[in-house]
């Protein structure tokens, strides 16, 4: 083969080929079934769903889901906590969070203020195994109580700040969301988070965190932490309705949030929160 | 001038170069790869699009309404079904061939009732392991209504711990009055008015001897066991197996 043959077959060889790929793409166009990330990218290619953000069918009710007029938030009530751990199951079970004890979404911490303002926090939901025999009681405690913890969908959150590829975002219902197929896991928004609510989920090899089970929520069911909550002291709601559980709550109860100072102006609310909670 | 053919085969070259970048920019990248909108907007729908496993509790109102009714009745009535029969909305979805959770064993209710000094106060908890060991909760407490088996009545209204000892003894089978008479007047004016208790050695002797009827309970030779001592001196009554 000489040169001429060679760059004649080149010239057709190109064309050729993207032409065919192209007919090929479009043939399983709808192929949503590939596994891998990137497959599935080129996959979706052209047929890219042109929705506006936060728009999807609202499963079986059939109305559209319009995100604009919602603005989601959690309103958590520290007395009725009983530090039962079901809502950190129900979130691995509803998430596929990986089952290793130390991948949460949402997680439950026992706080134990001694005499001297010693402070101890342990995570109840590393050991959810419930006690044979009720504890001693210890004579130097001065309260104990529970903190149910989860992202607090700030509205100016740090996450979504550091993200070198845009991965995280806010959706206009105010969710902080990731996009597990856009991130390159190298694991900014752990850090930035000042709540430690992320999570590097070692099955995708992405960030991970709580949606407020985004995907329940549309389909106006309540995310499955409150769901499960035996004594309501986790309430979801919409700050825009006035109507809704969570203004209520908000209306009842004094309101603090975590980390106030740091200005993320996070939508988890507590009520009853001690000073000694971080 | 006369147009040089390498020219035009370069060109040609060059123009299939550019096609191909273009191909790869518009039709092989997705264009969620280069809209923030669109990138967004896909992943809203991915997220949208994962299963649900939790049904949520109007979905279980639809066909078990009876146990719905009772239970918004009672204590639990803030509870959801799948707080204690777990996820179940595929159990909603083809009710037949899947059938959820029911805890039916001693560990799941102190999950929630086991004593932990963390938990608000009021909030009813109990000892497992001093709590009627060994049965299982709902064999006392419907956890659908849950209330206290038996409101305290009788003697255990007032002797509730003798009554709570006696309760897991070998003697939890024995009504007070099988030992004690106490007169009407004990429960209006109960230390003007005792209760009898027992005073010899023949009276536990009625079960424990040798002779007597009762099949069940273990004998001594009253001649022989204890000397001078009475019963009551070494074995405490509400638990004999106690030491």
């Known amino acids: 083969m000489n040169k001429r043959q060679f760059l004649k077959g080149m010239m057709l060889f190109f064309p050729a080929s993207v032409l065919i790929e192209t007919l090929a793409k479009q043939a399983g166009g709808g192929d949503t079934t ?5 497959t599935a990218r080129q996959a979706a290619g052209a047929a890219e769903p042109a929705a506006a953000p936060g728009t999807g069918e609202a ?76 504890a001693p009681e210890d004579r130097d405690v001065l309260r104990t109580f529970f903190v149910p913890k989860l992202c607090n969908h ?60 985004y995907h329940r929520v549309v389909r106006g069911l309540l995310p499955a932490c409150v769901e499960v909550c035996p004594t309501q002291a986790r309430i979801f709601g919409d700050l825009k309705s006035r109507a809704s559980r969570l203004v209520r709550f908000e209306r009842m109860n004094n309101i603090n949030v975590l980390k106030p100072a740091l200005n993320t102006e996070p939508k988890v609310y507590y009520a009853q929160l001690d000073g000694e909670v971080r | 001038m006369r147009f040089p053919e390498q020219v035009g085969r370069l060109g040609a070259v060059a123009a299939v170069l550019v096609l191909a970048a273009l191909a790869v920019r518009f039709v092989m990248i997705p264009r969620s790869y280069f809209s923030t909108r669109l990138h967004q907007a896909s992943t809203v729908e991915r997220e949208i699009a994962r299963p649900v496993s939790f049904a949520g509790v109007a979905a279980c109102r639809e066909c078990h309404f009876e146990e719905y009714d009772r239970k918004t009745k009672g204590y639990h009535r803030n509870l959801a079904c799948e707080t204690c029969h777990g996820p179940s909305a595929r159990h909603a979805e083809d009710p037949m061939a ?95 008015a005792l209760p009898t208790k027992p005073e010899t050695r023949e009276f536990c002797g009625r079960c424990h001897a040798t002779d007597a009827a009762n099949p069940n309970a273990p004998k001594v030779d009253l001649a022989t066991h204890g000397g001078a001592y009475r019963c009551w001196q070494c074995h405490y009554p509400h638990l004999p197996e106690g030491r």
């Open chain 1, 34 to 38: 590939a596994t891998d990330s990137r």
């Open chain 1, 59 to 134: 499963g079986a009710g059939g109305t559209a889901y319009d995100a604009s007029g919602h603005w989601y938030g959690m309103g958590i009530e520290i007395d009725k906590c009983i530090g039962c751990n079901r809502c950190a199951v129900a979130c691995k079970t509803e998430n596929n969070v990986p089952p290793e004890p130390f991948f949460f979404r949402t997680w439950v911490e026992r706080y134990t203020i001694k005499g001297g303002g010693e402070t101890a926090v342990e995570c109840i939901s590393l050991d959810p195994k419930p006690r044979g025999e009720a």
């Open chain 1, 154 to 213: 700030c509205a100016h959150p740090p996450c979504v700040q550091v993200c070198p590829v845009g991965a995280t975002f806010s959706t206009r219902d105010g969710v902080v969301l990731v996009d597990s197929r856009r991130c390159i896991g190298c694991r900014y928004c752990i850090q930035a988070c000042p709540y430690g609510a992320r999570f590097f989920n070692h099955g995708t090899n992405t960030a991970d965190k709580c949606t407020f089970c």
């Open chain 2, 98 to 192: 899947v059938k959820p959770y029911a805890p039916r064993d001693r560990t799941f209710c102190p999950v929630c009732h086991g004593y932990d000094p963390s938990r608000p106060t009021g909030f009813p908890q109990i000892n497992p392991a001093a709590h009627n060991p060994l049965a299982p909760c709902i064999s006392c407490h419907n956890p659908h209504d849950p209330v206290p088996p038996e409101v305290p009545h009788d003697c255990s209204a007032c002797h509730a711990k003798i009554a709570r000892t006696k309760a897991v003894s070998s003697h939890a089978l024995l009504p007070c009055a099988t030992c004690h008479t106490a007169s009407e007047q004990h429960k209006i004016t109960p230390r003007t």
